[in-house]
């Protein structure tokens, strides 16, 4: 089953390369036992990549990412960065690649395996089997509108502006992919906005409402107030399948999300663009977590999180949903069997390092 697709990892800072590593090696496992072979280049970005080049993100690198099928990223930033300049800032990197990558899709599910149900901030019985996908607008809205800016007003005070500002054609693409990916789940999609308050919000339920009666009837659609799903994710998170959300309340709503399931290290996600004249959708898979400076270095980072990204990138760039399955379940078995690195531990596990995780990954795969 060896492809010609083309995977441009970058592992970026701190745990970043720690973690991928052990990505590298279940991908070197699917290559050896399945044939599943991609096109793998590896290059710098964030501070690895201003450390070696002076800026976060070369234009070759940027190329690299352009022409590639997918790109996994592990993560960026560390405090001997924080005094450089914001274009020259890691996280510029990150940044430069979702606008330059056209990534308007991000997608966070929150899942609760089993066995961590107790490493929740809530009660178990409310996020015990939960599985929900956050999707959130990520290229426009408030964080991109204009006008913006700081200003002095006459009367000595100083003015500060941002312009929450969606049109039609953010809003129908996004809502797409929310219907695209309730149908390969439960067919639910909640849709949430401020169209009590703000008419970019009536907008967009209107538009979400208009495309569902038009081209996706088979989906359940309901709308929510975002302030009221914030609320519903804490007090009943198993009512939704697919919570689509604009890029501020979704910035929101998929850390709370995440803070159901507990832990950082076990969050992946994926930005997706939209698919070219060949169907070739562009992708981005990384982590929720960043470089975590205080465990760099220490073999101690849960890859989890990483490896679920690399999960999600066989799903969907690739189109590889049983060879997902298998990364998934291999975690799921993992957990089962009382194997947890230091955040993730619970009474009665055993305490590992990044790369003995990576080795009980490795031998539930061979047992599957
Ligand atoms: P962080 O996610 O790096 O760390 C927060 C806490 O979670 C730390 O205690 C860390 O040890 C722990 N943690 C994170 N990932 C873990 C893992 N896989 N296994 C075990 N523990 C884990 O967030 P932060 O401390 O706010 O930021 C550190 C640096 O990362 C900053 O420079 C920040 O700008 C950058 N950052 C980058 C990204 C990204 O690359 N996408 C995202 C967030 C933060």
Redo the contacts with the bound molecule.
């Keep these: 089953m060896s492809t010609d697709k083309k995977i441009l990892i970058l592992p970026?800072d701190?745990?970043g390369p720690e973690?991928m590593t052990q990505v590298r090696r279940v991908m070197d496992w699917f290559e050896k036992k399945h044939s599943l072979g991609f096109k793998v280049t590896e290059g710098l970005v964030?501070g690895a990549s201003y450390d070696v080049h002076g800026v976060p993100l070369t234009d070759s690198t940027l190329a690299q990412a352009l022409d590639a099928d997918a790109v996994l990223f592990g993560?960026?930033?560390?405090?001997q960065?924080d005094d450089l300049p914001f274009d020259k800032k890691?996280?510029r990197g990150?940044l430069a690649l979702r606008k330059e990558m056209q990534l308007y899709a991000n997608l966070r599910p929150a899942i609760v395996f089993e066995a961590m149900t107790d490493a929740s901030a809530l009660k178990p019985d409310v996020v015990s089997g939960l599985d929900i996908l956050i999707l959130r607008e990520l290229t426009g809205g408030v964080y991109f509108g204009e006008p913006r800016g700081i200003s002095d007003l006459p009367d000595g005070q100083r003015k500060g502006v941002n312009t929450q500002v969606y049109t039609t054609n953010e809003i129908l693409r996004i809502a797409k992919v929310a219907f695209e990916l309730a149908r390969k789940r439960g067919s639910k999609v909640c849709s949430t906005e401020k169209s009590n308050v703000m008419e970019s919000g009536l907008l967009w339920r209107e538009e979400v409402q208009k495309l569902r009666d038009a081209d996706y009837t088979d989906i359940d659609l309901s709308h929510m107030y975002a302030d009221n799903c914030a609320m519903q994710l804490v007090r009943e998170p198993k009512q939704f399948d697919v919570i689509l959300t604009d890029n501020l309340f979704g910035d929101m709503l998929s850390d709370l999300a995440a803070a159901c399931t507990g832990s950082?290290?076990m969050l992946p996600s994926a930005s997706l663009g939209d698919p070219d004249a060949q169907g070739r959708r562009r992708g981005l898979y990384?982590?929720v977590?960043?470089?975590?400076?205080?465990?760099t270095g220490q073999n101690?980072?849960?890859?989890i999180?990483m490896i679920l990204s690399y999960a999600m990138m066989l799903r969907y760039s690739f189109d590889l949903g049983e060879q997902a399955d298998m990364v998934e379940n291999a975690v799921k078995n993992v957990l089962n069997s009382g194997v947890r690195?230091?955040?993730i531990m619970g009474p009665g596990t055993a305490k590992v390092s990044t790369s003995t995780m990576g080795d009980a990954l490795l031998r539930e795969l061979d047992k599957s």
């Design positions: 970026g701190g745990i973690v964030g993560a960026v930033g560390g405090p960065y890691p996280e990150l950082l290290g990384e982590p977590h960043g470089s975590a400076p205080d465990i101690k980072a849960n890859p999180a690195t230091p955040d």
